[in-house]
């Protein structure tokens, strides 16, 4: 089973766990420890790649593009978990961020990197920022992207940090991610990071012809669907059901 952001892939143990103990003891060593991240996220990125062949029936690919596993091994994942976390930062699997939530685990964000199809210069709605690594991945693909997160000091935090770390590709908003952005549609993809119990309709209706959403649609007390959704026409849409995911509840006035 795959599981993201409360849960993470099944298959074997995870790794790393020895390479990612020691960069804590490197902070005062910065090229140093800049070596054993970047060391640290190619051997993460080479366990997305075995994790993608495993799950290849279900995503319909065999491998991810070269450039979301550039982006993987480029986007400094230590810098967006807490400080207690740093010395997981590069494990294959979600790491709390306070207030009850998560960053996702490396190997779904990349799958639904992936899965979105969208080139350079185009536009992402993002629904659940979280600590801000998802749209950081999106933006070192040359992506615009607006993020929507309805816990006001994450919202707050990522924005900071992303605006630090040079992201400036994305725009945060604190609000609720179900009614999506409405002034900034229409999206070339929307990806979003929280179990709905339906697909909502004003997201839907923000897609681009031929855009694509991710999302986990299902109870937050059972395993949820990954779906694909992709509209076709003004009109019409359709969904392909990819992988058993968990994660943590959309929430919301809705």
């Known amino acids: 089973m795959i599981s993201s952001r409360n849960g993470q892939v099944k298959w074997r143990p995870l790794g790393l766990a020895v390479a990612c103990g020691a960069l804590l003891c490197l902070a005062a060593a910065p090229a140093a420890a800049q070596d054993a991240f970047a060391a640290a996220r190619a051997q993460l990125v080479g366990e997305i790649e075995d994790d993608v062949r495993r799950t290849a029936e279900l995503l319909k690919r065999a491998a991810l593009r070269d450039e979301v596993l550039g982006a993987m091994r480029t986007v400094p994942r230590h810098r967006f978990v807490p400080p207690a976390e740093v010395d997981r930062a590069y494990l294959n699997r979600p790491l709390p961020i306070g ?14 990197t992936d899965l979105l199809d ?3 210069g185009g536009r992402v709605l993002e629904i659940g920022t979280g600590s801000g690594y998802q749209a950081a991945v999106l933006a070192a693909l040359d992506i615009d992207v607006w993020t929507i997160e309805i816990i006001e000091p994450l919202a707050h935090e990522a924005s900071q940090r992303l605006d630090t770390l040079g992201y400036d590709r994305v725009v ?6 179900y009614y999506g952005w409405p002034e900034q549609a229409p999206f070339d993809g929307i990806v979003v990071t929280a179990a709905a119990s339906h697909i909502p309709p004003p997201l839907v209706r923000q897609l681009k012809v031929g855009g694509r959403m991710i999302i986990p649609v299902g109870s937050r007390f059972a395993v949820q669907e990954l779906i694909l959704v992709t509209r076709d026409g003004d009109d019409s849409f359709s969904t392909r059901q990819l992988l058993p995911v968990r994660f943590v509840p959309l929430t919301g006035g809705h």
């Open 172 to 177: 945060v908003r604190h609000g609720d991610g």
């Open 99 to 112: 207030h009850g939530q998560t960053i996702s685990q490396p190997y779904i964000v990349a799958i639904m």
């Open 118 to 120: 969208v080139d350079a």
